[in-house]
């Protein structure tokens, strides 16, 4: 039973409210800034393992604290901003309420970048205590002032779900914002108004971002506090599961705010709309409830942990696949199977990053059971997943709407689709050596690896230079493509 | 290249095996883009195989849970399997193990291992390089972990969490020898 649909963006009209263009082009320009040099730093690390260029072992941890930190700061600006592009028209969200949001987010970066460069903060971006305060390689000062910079990010990601929340309860109620109208239909709204997919995962991301936030929020804190007076207690095991609640979660929904922009964005290439109807609500409202449940597979290998939350942080893991599996990314090949697709940069990377996600989270999945989780955890068969879920999926997401969104109506010029395939070709040779690695049992998070974790960085080293290569000169066509076609195809002016 | 034994091996191939399927789902899918059909047309056969994928990939999970849920390596899930023949204490610090550096092979041992400072992780390599398993050292907690060394041989115990600037130099050679009676072997705490 379909009762409302996702269309193309241009069906919905301007009556809705216009997206202040400038926020969303600024937004991209400093993430794709961000992500540069963080991929650079990236980069630096690859070859310093594979003893290309030397670093010292308190700058690698502290360059691998920056990347993670970094990375994920960055990606959930990004994807936040994508999503709210669409969500602006069917909310009427605030613009000042995103720059405040962006604003708390890039301080947070920021305070975290310098306490890590400037003080050689370097307990990595999961800072799992009690490490942040026996490092012995970083001043005091960094350890207090990175936790501030997380704190930052955590309440700049809050406002963002809180504005998104509040907008959504006026337009739609929280339970048709699930649209769980579909399911009981005294729920109904008079004017038959059923929220679109792109609705419904922001709700989830919403009320799943707000817990997160608040997890995150009470585990910095406990450190804080801890900081300041060493004598408060904090407990090891506790903290740890805070971590990863915080931690796993918001990097997560990332991919769920990457849910919503496909949503909107597939359409438009496909010319088909995207229905709601009960499976979706079904399929959102699982992901609700058994996303946040899944940060328990990080400890796996804490024997001491309650055995009801290994085996059911395992079961969320297995279940929060389902919605994607089996709606969200099945919806997406159905609408694409036999249309008349526009392939372009966008559609491609549009297409390229659900198939990363799915091959990440099948690796994701096989890592998250528990009795293969003995021989991958803190190998780098986890970054080889997570890289595979965030670049080979978010990022390209992201890519993806930023070239929709400069405008990408003509085909893609011959230069570049050279660099399309360099990124692609850079891109899985590099995760190809984080697989390879993991499989062959050598250890993550180190700055100097056991054989073959040297030979293996050297040839990844050169992949990821490829991929640099190829996202520069992406980049720079969007940009083009952009300034060209006035930042976005639809001429929502402000 | 160390080898790829054991449940490498099968991880490997069950990656590749359901990436594969990925791939060419993905290239069927992208390849049909050039014979365009209404949406009416494709929807309706679409909506019936979600929901056969539906059910198989629910089947699929659900088999896979309880299975794993026999395989586990907790002490609770292996019965009386899990009775330890040798206790082992191992403390872990920055940046090294403090273990013995002899253990019996074919013996059952139950490792009880925490941490003095931060958070640690014993990985057991096999003296081909194979990682056979791990378990985390934290401060304030006791981990215990069941494990048999199959064989004998020199084994490098290794540590698998950031734990600080020397994290990259934690790790130690274990000998595993061969008990004099293997039906017998020693039951006592090291």
């Known amino acids: 039973m379909a009762l409302g649909n996702q269309g193309p963006v241009e069906l919905y009209g301007a009556e809705m409210g216009v997206t202040p263009r400038w926020m969303v082009a ?30 010292s072992a308190a ?16 990606v959930v600006v990004l994807t936040a901003v994508a999503h709210w592009h669409f969500l602006r028209r069917l909310l009427n969200l605030r613009v000042e309420v995103l720059v405040f949001s962006v604003l708390a987010i890039v301080w947070g970066l920021l305070a975290a970048a310098a306490a890590i460069l400037v003080g050689g903060f370097g307990p990595g971006w999961t800072f799992l205590y009690p490490l942040p305060f026996i490092g012995n390689t970083w001043p005091v000062w960094s350890t207090g002032l990175f936790f501030f910079g997380v704190l930052f990010v955590g309440i700049g990601f809050a406002i963002f779900c809180i504005d998104l929340l509040a907008s959504i309860i006026r337009e739609y109620g929280i339970l048709n914002g699930l649209a769980l109208d579909t399911i009981f239909p005294g729920l109904r709204r008079a004017d038959g108004k059923v929220a679109p997919p792109t609705v419904i995962a922001a709700t989830m991301v919403a009320i799943d971002g707000l817990l997160t936030a608040a997890a995150g929020t009470v585990l910095v804190i406990a450190l804080l506090a801890h900081w300041a007076m060493p004598a408060f207690p904090v407990d090891p095991l506790w903290i740890k599961n805070l971590t990863y609640f915080f931690g796993h979660t918001i990097a997560n ?9 496909i949503y909107a964005v597939l359409p438009h290439y496909t010319g088909r709309p995207w229905h709601t109807n009960k499976i979706y609500a079904i399929s959102w409202t699982t992901s609700l409830l058994f996303v946040p449940w899944a940060w328990p597979h990080h400890l796996y290998m804490d024997f001491v942990q309650a055995p009801w939350l290994q085996i059911f942080g ?7 696949t389902i919605p994607a599996a089996v709606v969200t990314i099945f919806g997406a090949l159905l609408l694409v199977y036999r249309s008349d697709m526009r392939w372009r940069i966008g559609s491609t ?11 990440g989270g099948v690796a994701a999945m096989i890592d998250a059971t528990i009795p293969f989780n003995d021989v991958l955890h803190n190998t780098l068969w986890v970054p080889a997943h997570f890289h595979t879920y965030l670049l080979g999926g978010v990022f390209l997401f992201v890519i993806g709407f930023a070239s929709y969104f400069a405008g990408d109506d003509a085909p893609t010029p011959p230069w570049a689709k050279v660099f399309e ?18 499989i062959e049992g050598v250890p993550r998070r180190e700055a100097v690896q056991p054989a073959p974790g040297p030979l293996l960085a050297m040839i990844g080293t050169v992949f990821a230079g490829v991929l640099l290569v190829g996202m520069t000169g992406l980049l720079i066509e969007i940009f083009r493509r952009g300034r060209r076609n006035g930042a976005s195809r639809e001429s929502d002016a402000t | 290249m160390v080898p790829i034994v054991g449940k490498q091996l099968v991880i490997l191939a069950l990656w590749l095996a359901l ?3 990925v791939v060419v789902v993905f290239a069927w899918v992208v390849s049909s883009t050039r014979r365009p059909a209404p949406q009416g047309e494709v929807q309706p056969g679409g909506y019936r195989l979600r929901r056969l994928w539906g ?4 089947t699929l999970l659900v088999a896979a849970f309880l299975v794993t849920l026999w395989t586990v390596p907790y002490a609770w899930a292996q019965g009386s399997s899990a009775k330890p023949a040798l206790v082992v204490h191992v403390y872990a610090h920055q940046f090294a193990f403090t273990m013995p550096q002899k253990l019996p092979a074919q013996t059952p041992i139950e490792f009880l291992v925490t941490s003095l400072d931060v958070n640690h992780d014993m990985g057991i390599y096999s003296p081909q390089g194979v990682l056979l398993g791990q378990v985390q050292a934290m401060p304030d907690y006791t981990n215990v972990f069941f494990f048999t060394f199959p064989a004998p041989g020199r084994y490098i115990i290794r540590c698998l969490e950031l734990c600080g600037a020397g994290h990259s130099y934690m790790f130690q050679p274990l000998q595993v020898y061969q008990p004099a009676s293997a039906a017998a072997p020693l039951a006592r705490g090291v």
């Open chain 1, 253 to 261: 929904l990332t991919i769920y705010l990457s849910a919503g922009v």
């Open chain 1, 59 to 74: 700058t690698f941890y502290a360059l691998l604290t920056l990347h993670g930190a970094g990375m994920i700061a960055t």
């Open chain 1, 349 to 359: 990377f549009f297409m390229a990053g659900l198939l990363g996600w799915l091959v």
């Open chain 1, 314 to 320: 395992e079961a969320s893991t297995y279940i929060a």
């Open chain 2, 19 to 21: 990436s594969t399927i």
């Open chain 1, 421 to 438: 395939w360099l990124f692609f070709i850079g891109m899985i040779g590099f995760l190809a050596m984080f697989y390879a690695g993991g």
């Open chain 1, 26 to 55: 600024l937004s991209l320009c400093i993430g794709f800034g961000l992500i540069f040099f963080l991929g650079m730093v990236g980069g630096v690390m690859k070859a310093a393992q594979g003893d290309i260029v030397h670093l």
């Open chain 2, 55 to 58: 059910w198989f990939y629910g």
